[in-house]
């Protein structure tokens, strides 16, 4: 069966450092993979989405990034935070069809 | 402008009651799901439906989408406190073609009291 990993669960971190938050994805190959981020336990803001290694696209505009270097691999990035990057971030995964696969979500607080 | 509105926003009833929620759009979608998400947590998928008129039943749960394939509803029957949670509905393929990205509604947050 498939599972989905983020690491870490909770980050505290102060404006203008980076960022890096990890997913991974086990038992299936050539996922989509996405990035999103919640505000306020409501509903699911699309950050950058992936198709295949290397291959990202980005939605916002806005201060982060997001890099694919293996198969099931996706790093959300950031080199200066700022307070309004404060959130609930989830990574997920589909296998194209019929619905994505959320992973237990980082919840990130910038000082 | 939201591409897919859900009603109600909130929604705080007793444990037995009946329940709609519903999820509206303009544009039509290749499909649409509908999660589940538990404070801290992410979301889990309830089901997908992707063919106008469709229902699908999960124990208590009733989903339908639309003739159009612009709109679904959630029905829960005899709503229990562990239905307490936020309702996403989410649509694929807005306009008819399917990217695979999702397009999210608000949410409508459940509480069932005991």
């Known amino acids: 069966s498939q599972t989905i990993h983020q690491w870490p669960a909770t980050l505290v971190q102060p404006v203008g450092s980076p960022l890096s938050l990890e997913c991974t994805v086990e038992g299936t190959s050539n996922p989509n993979l996405y990035w999103y981020r919640q505000a306020a336990g409501r509903g699911l803001q699309l950050l950058f989405y992936s198709v295949g290694i290397g291959q990202i696209s980005s939605e916002v505009p806005q201060n982060l990034s997001a890099s694919r270097p293996q198969d099931r691999q996706f790093i959300l990035s950031s080199k200066k935070l700022l307070l309004s990057d404060s959130g609930f971030y989830l990574c997920a995964w589909s296998g194209g069809t019929g619905g994505e696969y959320f992973g237990p979500g980082t919840r990130l607080t910038v000082t | 402008t939201q591409l897919l509105e859900q009603s109600p926003q909130f929604l705080s009833i007793q444990e037995g009651e009946n329940l709609t929620v519903y999820c509206n759009s303009s544009?039509?979608?290749?499909?649409l799901q509908w999660y589940r998400q538990e404070p801290g947590e992410g979301p889990v998928l309830l089901v997908t439906?992707?063919?106008?008129?469709e229902v699908k039943k999960l124990k208590r749960l009733t989903f339908q989408f639309g003739d159009a394939r612009k709109d679904s509803s959630l029905h829960i029957t005899a709503a229990q406190p562990g239905d307490t949670g936020l309702y996403l509905c989410?649509?694929?393929?807005?306009?008819?073609?399917?990217?695979?990205?999702?397009?999210f509604g608000q949410g409508t947050i459940l509480t069932v009291h005991p």
């Open positions: 544009s039509v979608f290749s499909s």
């Open positions: 989410a649509g694929d393929g807005a306009g008819g073609t399917s990217y695979g990205k999702l397009t």
């Open positions: 439906v992707v063919t106008g008129g």
